[in-house]
């Protein structure tokens, strides 16, 4: 039996919407054509934008595939135009709906399905409230399925579409399939200003084309000195207090004077600030290069402590029914009137050990713990040997 996925199409039901698989049965398809093709809505017109024969069956990671029923035709193209320009008109209905009944978000879009037995309003915003009540009243209102699904703010300016601070057309609303990952990292990244105001987009949201340049100006930086680091050139020794990575040049204070200086007239990085963040030597000269040409002096590491053990005498078993012996006495350090006037002075006698009975005599060999510095005229106590100096 054929496997389906080798017969497999990519179909868009918008311009700049994500790419949904969908199961030929057959059929032979070219870029651009119309289809039909069932979904768990109903069915729906849709675009090809990816032949059978040009799908990686191995990306795809989805075992049952809806089949593509039908090319469309131009009644069905008819029809679709009409059943948008209706959905088109009731948005402002809609949304009175969406106020009466508590619907937290605004009602940005709405989209029937092919065969008129369905209604998709997109809303956006962040709460969920009211989503039942508005879809009850709404399929009563319409005489069909209303169901309600939340959008983001990106999937709100694709809907709207627009032209970007660039003066293109939205990437978003144009060709971008899925939106990437932006952090603020790609800014500070670029050497870019950290204004709200350039760096987001019509959505609010970080611009998508930080992510685009965000490779090459990773591979342009590793031929670059870094911040804080001192280079030599044609002029004298500077420190980098600037670098234009697109011009390929830093800009280096030489002597209380800015200069700008290219990447062909750098040498190498002479000495390394110990203040400054992430000084490293540039890509162009290891660090062991630059010891070994005494640009540098090599770090000395620290020498690990070693714990020191005293090796102990092999000590003989205690008999069983006899006192331990004391440990003699060690003398007290003279000091000046240490121990002068105390109360409780004087030579303590040391308590006698208590006899070990024969029913509690423990198996193997057993060792006295060394003295270590307790006060005079105490005894050993129990318990394992201190090896430690």
Same mark, same amino acid.
């Given at each position: 039996m054929t496997d389906p996925r080798q017969n497999v199409a990519g179909v868009r039901f918008r311009n700049a919407g994500p790419i949904e698989y969908f199961h030929a049965a057959g059929m032979r398809l070219e870029v651009g054509e119309s289809v039909i093709v069932e979904t768990n809505r109903g069915p729906e017109l849709a675009r090809v934008v990816i032949a059978p024969d040009q799908v990686v069956v191995n990306e795809l990671g989805e075992d049952n595939l809806h089949p593509i029923l039908r090319l469309a035709t131009e009644d069905d193209l008819?029809? =679709?135009s009409d059943l948008a320009a209706r959905a088109e008109e009731l948005l402002p209905e809609a949304r009175a709906i969406a106020e009466e009944a508590g619907l937290e978000g605004r009602v940005d879009r709405a989209e029937f399905t092919l065969d008129g037995e369905r209604l998709t309003f997109l809303v956006s915003g962040e709460g969920t409230g009211g989503q039942r009540e508005f879809s009850r009243r709404a399929g009563r209102r319409w005489d069909v399925r209303a169901t309600v699904r939340?959008?983001?703010?990106?999937?709100? =300016?694709?809907? =709207? &579409?627009?032209?970007?601070?660039? &003066?293109r057309e939205l990437c978003c609303s144009n060709w971008l399939a899925t939106f990437p990952s932006v952090s603020i990292r790609l800014a500070k990244d670029q050497e870019l200003p950290l204004n709200p105001e350039k760096i987001s987009?019509?959505?609010g949201r970080l611009l998508c084309c930080l992510s685009y340049e965000e490779?090459?100006?990773k591979e342009m930086k590793k031929t670059l000195p870094r911040m804080g680091q001192r280079c030599s050139t044609p002029t004298g020794e500077g420190k980098v207090v600037g670098i234009n990575v697109l011009r390929r040049q830093v800009t280096l204070n030489v002597g209380g004077q800015r200069i700008e200086v290219g990447e062909r007239d750098l040498g190498l990085v002479v000495?390394?600030?110990?203040?400054?963040?992430?000084?490293?030597p540039p890509p162009s000269i290891t660090r062991e290069e630059a010891i070994a040409q005494g640009l540098i002096e090599p770090e000395e590491e620290p020498e690990p402590e070693l714990e020191v053990v005293a090796a102990m005498?092999?000590?003989?078993?205690i008999e069983l029914g006899r006192e331990s012996r004391e440990a003699p006495p060690r003398e007290r350090p003279r000091g000046r009137g240490r121990g002068r006037g105390r109360? &409780?002075?004087?030579?303590?006698?040391s308590s006698p050990q208590p006899q070990q009975?024969?029913?509690d005599a423990p198996r193997g060999r057993v060792f006295r713990r060394s003295s270590g510095n307790r006060p005079a005229g105490e005894g050993p106590r129990d318990g394992p040997p201190s090896c430690l100096l």
């Amino acid at each position: 039996m054929t496997d389906p996925r080798q017969n497999v199409a990519g179909v868009r039901f918008r311009n700049a919407g994500p790419i949904e698989y969908f199961h030929a049965a057959g059929m032979r398809l070219e870029v651009g054509e119309s289809v039909i093709v069932e979904t768990n809505r109903g069915p729906e017109l849709a675009r090809v934008v990816i032949a059978p024969d040009q799908v990686v069956v191995n990306e795809l990671g989805e075992d049952n595939l809806h089949p593509i029923l039908r090319l469309a035709t131009e009644d069905d193209l008819v029809h =679709a135009s009409d059943l948008a320009a209706r959905a088109e008109e009731l948005l402002p209905e809609a949304r009175a709906i969406a106020e009466e009944a508590g619907l937290e978000g605004r009602v940005d879009r709405a989209e029937f399905t092919l065969d008129g037995e369905r209604l998709t309003f997109l809303v956006s915003g962040e709460g969920t409230g009211g989503q039942r009540e508005f879809s009850r009243r709404a399929g009563r209102r319409w005489d069909v399925r209303a169901t309600v699904r939340r959008i983001g703010a990106r999937d709100r =300016a694709r809907l =709207a &579409g627009g032209y970007g601070i660039c &003066g293109r057309e939205l990437c978003c609303s144009n060709w971008l399939a899925t939106f990437p990952s932006v952090s603020i990292r790609l800014a500070k990244d670029q050497e870019l200003p950290l204004n709200p105001e350039k760096i987001s987009g019509l959505c609010g949201r970080l611009l998508c084309c930080l992510s685009y340049e965000e490779e090459g100006y990773k591979e342009m930086k590793k031929t670059l000195p870094r911040m804080g680091q001192r280079c030599s050139t044609p002029t004298g020794e500077g420190k980098v207090v600037g670098i234009n990575v697109l011009r390929r040049q830093v800009t280096l204070n030489v002597g209380g004077q800015r200069i700008e200086v290219g990447e062909r007239d750098l040498g190498l990085v002479v000495r390394w600030d110990p203040s400054a963040r992430n000084a490293e030597p540039p890509p162009s000269i290891t660090r062991e290069e630059a010891i070994a040409q005494g640009l540098i002096e090599p770090e000395e590491e620290p020498e690990p402590e070693l714990e020191v053990v005293a090796a102990m005498p092999e000590a003989a078993p205690i008999e069983l029914g006899r006192e331990s012996r004391e440990a003699p006495p060690r003398e007290r350090p003279r000091g000046r009137g240490r121990g002068r006037g105390r109360r &409780g002075g004087g030579n303590r006698q040391s308590s006698p050990q208590p006899q070990q009975q024969s029913g509690d005599a423990p198996r193997g060999r057993v060792f006295r713990r060394s003295s270590g510095n307790r006060p005079a005229g105490e005894g050993p106590r129990d318990g394992p040997p201190s090896c430690l100096l």
